[in-house]
């Protein structure tokens, strides 16, 4: 059983992360990020676990523009 610091950096995938930096799991985030290849996190400042899932229209532009710069990878 691998833990993610094992797993995660064997990843190629492209993900995409999104995280309040008021978040319980915010350090969690950005330390996969940090480990894993094509990943990107976006911080939301001042939101916490459920206002970041709700705030579509702050995470929806960054999405767009990941989707488009994975598809030309």
């Avoid at 990843?11 to 978040?23: A, F, M, T, V």
């Avoid at 950005?30 to 996190?41: F, Q």
Wanted: glycine fraction near 6%.
């Amino acid at each position: 059983h691998l833990g993610y610091e094992e797993f995660l950096p064997k990843n190629r995938i492209p993900i995409l992360l999104y995280c309040g930096d008021k978040d319980y799991y915010y350090p969690s985030a950005k330390r996969c990020t940090e480990i894993m290849p094509n990943s990107e996190l976006v911080t939301l400042p001042g939101l916490d676990h459920g206002e970041a899932f709700d705030r579509v229209d702050l995470v929806l532009p960054h999405a767009i523009k990941f989707l488009e710069k994975a598809s030309n990878r």
